[in-house]
């Protein structure tokens, strides 16, 4: 990213990839399709509205800010972000509604199954231990990223340099953004196959029996199940879907000296159950920053019902941290833990085009 008066320009290349899980029915999850299961055995069930997805994809970003309002204490930017996507899989098994019932440990008596399956993906769909890079990106297709942020300085400044790289660091009380991250999606059209169910009945003898030998095996069987034909199900070789499109609010706090209190909200926008989403998550992070060392305590409110607390360490550009404080500290049961760091190097403002310090390279953090 490089800043030249009011304009920023920023090219980024990156690897994601988002798996979703939705309204999945505790049974299915906990007994694992066991039939023989107590939760399953002897009992019947009706289900809508659940799923799974997921997508993997490279981008090429290309993003521009401008700062519509610059002057005195206030500054007020806006910026765009455009995406090339490059499809590398996508998936997804969604489930409109699903009734049935289990009257003994080899019969799976299904009462009605309206539900869709699709994917491209680098496997081959005959061997499970063979993969298919042929091509190795299934689809391609375009993102969007907009939003806005409003700076309210301490001090009042005038817009500033013009040359490259020479704009000082400017203090400020707080920053406050919207924007929304991830519109728009991938089509693809390479190794692809949507089946569909709609409405579909079958009394599933010998269920326990079952086999998946291949992608392919399992989706024929599953065709000649509800349908009585091994390729009905089949209805397309192409497919879309959306990226986990998201709002996301931000909010930062100075304090005075090097104490900050930052806070963000990520809302997704996509509720299709064919769609890969983010969860929701409320974070407010309070912090500590000098130019050499950084330290912070996220407390993070996850999909609106789980409360993680966290910790991070910087030293100059190295970072490293978790979400999941309490698992480190042996605080409560483990369900999960994690780790991260990152490396990250800043060309210091005001100084980029100096030979060796130019005359506002010390204005970082509120300290000229």
């Known amino acids: 990213m490089v800043q030249t008066g009011r304009q920023a320009f920023a090219l980024g290349v990156s690897m994601r990839s988002v798996s979703t899980g939705i309204n999945i029915p505790y049974q299915l999850a906990a007994s694992h399709g066991r039939l023989s299961d107590?939760?399953?055995?002897?009992?019947?069930?009706?289900?809508?509205?659940?799923?799974?997805?997921?997508l993997s994809w490279a981008e090429i970003n290309l993003n521009y800010a401008y700062d519509l309002i610059d002057r005195g204490n206030t500054k007020f930017s806006l910026g765009v972000g455009v995406k090339y996507l490059f499809g590398v899989a996508g998936a997804y098994i969604t489930s409109r509604n699903l009734k049935f019932s289990v009257p003994d440990s080899?019969?799976?008596?299904?009462?009605?199954?309206?539900?869709d399956i699709g994917f491209a993906l680098p496997v081959d769909y005959n061997n499970y231990d063979k993969s298919n890079f042929n091509p190795v990106f299934k689809g391609h297709g375009l993102g969007l990223d907009a939003g806005f942020l409003y700076t309210r300085l301490?001090?009042?400044?005038?817009?500033?340099?013009?040359?490259?790289?020479?704009?000082?660091?400017?203090?400020?009380?707080?920053?406050?953004?919207?924007?929304?991250?991830?519109?728009?999606?991938?089509?693809?059209?390479?190794?692809?196959?949507?089946?569909?169910?709609?409405?579909?009945?079958?009394?599933?003898?010998?269920?326990?029996t079952v086999q998946s030998r291949s992608i392919?095996?399992?989706?024929?069987?599953?065709?000649?199940?509800?349908?009585?034909?091994?390729?009905?199900?089949?209805?397309?070789?192409?497919?879309?879907?959306?990226?986990?499109?998201?709002?996301?609010?931000?909010?930062?706090?100075?304090?005075?000296?090097?104490?900050?209190?930052?806070a963000y909200f990520l809302q997704p926008l996509r509720f299709r159950l064919k769609s890969a989403r983010l969860p929701p998550i409320l974070a407010v992070i309070p912090r500590y920053e000098t130019r050499i060392f950084g330290a912070s305590l996220p407390v993070t409110v996850y999909n609106y019902e789980k409360i993680r607390i966290g910790a991070t360490l910087r030293f100059y550009s190295l970072t490293v941290?978790?979400?999941?404080?309490?698992?480190?500290?042996?605080?409560?049961?483990?369900?999960?833990?994690?780790?991260?760091?990152?490396?990250?190097?800043?060309?210091?403002?005001?100084?980029?085009?100096?030979?060796?310090?130019?005359?506002?390279?010390?204005?970082?953090?509120?300290?000229?």
């Open 38 to 54: 107590p939760l399953l055995l002897h009992n019947s069930f009706d289900d809508s509205n659940f799923g799974i997805s997921s």
């Open 106 to 115: 080899r019969v799976l008596d299904i009462k009605n199954y309206d539900g």
């Open 154 to 208: 301490k001090t009042f400044t005038k817009p500033g340099e013009k040359r490259l790289c020479a704009k000082p660091y400017a203090d400020y009380v707080y920053k406050f953004g919207v924007s929304i991250m991830d519109i728009g999606g991938i089509k693809f059209k390479h190794h692809t196959q949507v089946h569909q169910f709609n409405n579909r009945t079958a009394n599933w003898q010998r269920f326990d």
């Open 216 to 262: 392919n095996s399992t989706m024929r069987m599953l065709s000649d199940v509800f349908y009585g034909d091994p390729n009905t199900s089949l209805k397309d070789t192409t497919l879309y879907m959306s990226l986990p499109t998201t709002l996301s609010i931000q909010y930062d706090y100075h304090f005075e000296g090097n104490f900050y209190l930052g």
């Open 321 to 368: 941290g978790t979400e999941k404080l309490g698992t480190f500290l042996g605080i409560g049961n483990l369900t999960g833990m994690d780790f991260f760091f990152a490396v990250r190097f800043n060309l210091e403002k005001g100084s980029c085009m100096s030979y060796k310090n130019g005359a506002c390279s010390k204005a970082t953090f509120g300290k000229r």
